[in-house]
T-cell receptor, first 113, second 113 residues
Framework: DAGVIQSPRHEVTEMGQEVTLRCKPI?????LFWYRQTMMRGLELLIY????????DSGMPEDRFSAKMPNASFSTLKIQPSEPRDSAVYFCASSLDVGDTQYFGPGTRLTVL | GENVEQHPSTLSVQEGDSAVIKCTYS??????FPWYKQELGKGPQLIIDIRSNVGEKKDQRIAVTLNKTAKHFSLHITETQPEDSAVYFCAAISPGGSYIPTFGRGTSLIVHP
């Protein structure tokens, strides 16, 4: 099994630009999670989907952040416009169902200059 | 909601020694406790987990213990090796928290050869 796939692995952009992070969950998994990891705040849950439907987006920091899951094999996290404080590592994880073991992708390291 | 405290934040041991990482949780309804290992530049990976109906689980050099009364659980690594060096995260999952894991802040384990 290929595991959770994320792209790009690294992204460097300038303040004000739009950033799109992509995730392909493990085939057959019904739940998908987006996390942000920083030294200051640790691992934070941003949003999660179950059966492609957003269930809880209370962790999304601002309206600049949005996430979609158009089908069972693809999700995006978009930041528009990006700001330097958005610099972090963003992880996608998937699980068979909510509450089951989560499997994390390799992450996208975002740097906003 | 659930609150998970993890200690210590950093742990330095000599190769061959044992390492113990401790976590406490606040929600007595939590019933699933996974541990993740995060190596540099990678996403967290599940290494062992325990459910509330057992007190201990072992997998080769790694073991996890759970004390439901005291609401704490611990990760034990014996005969540590340099490749055990990583950041370790504990998590607790509760039905009251919609089965979403609450993560500890992580422990950076350094094993000196």
């Amino acid at each position: 099994d290929a595991g959770v796939i994320q792209s790009p692995r690294h992204e460097v952009t300038e303040m004000g630009q739009e950033v799109t992070l992509r995730c392909k969950p493990i085939s057959g998994h019904n739940s998908l999670f987006w996390y942000r990891q920083t030294m200051m705040r640790g691992l934070e849950l941003l949003i999660y989907f179950n059966n492609n439907v957003p269930i809880d987006d209370s962790g999304m920091p601002e309206d600049r952040f949005s996430a979609k899951m158009p089908n069972a094999s693809f999700s995006t996290l978009k930041i528009q416009p990006s700001e330097p404080r958005d610099s972090a590592v963003y992880f996608c994880a998937s699980s068979l169902d909510v509450g089951d073991t989560q499997y994390f992708g390799p992450g996208t390291r975002l740097t906003v200059l | 909601g659930e609150n998970v405290e993890q200690h210590p934040s950093t742990l330095s041991v000599q190769e061959g020694d044992s390492a113990v990482i401790k976590c406490t949780y606040s929600d007595s309804a939590s019933n699933y406790f996974p541990w993740y290992k995060q190596e540099l530049g990678k996403g967290p990976q599940l290494i062992i987990d325990i459910r509330s109906n057992v007190g201990e689980k072992k997998d080769q050099r790694i073991a996890v213990t759970l004390n439901k009364t005291a609401k704490h659980f611990s990760l034990h690594i014996t005969e540590t090796q340099p490749e055990d060096s990583a950041v370790y995260f504990c998590a607790a999952i509760s039905p009251g928290g919609s089965y979403i894991p609450t993560f500890g802040r992580g422990t950076s384990l350094i094993v000196h050869p």
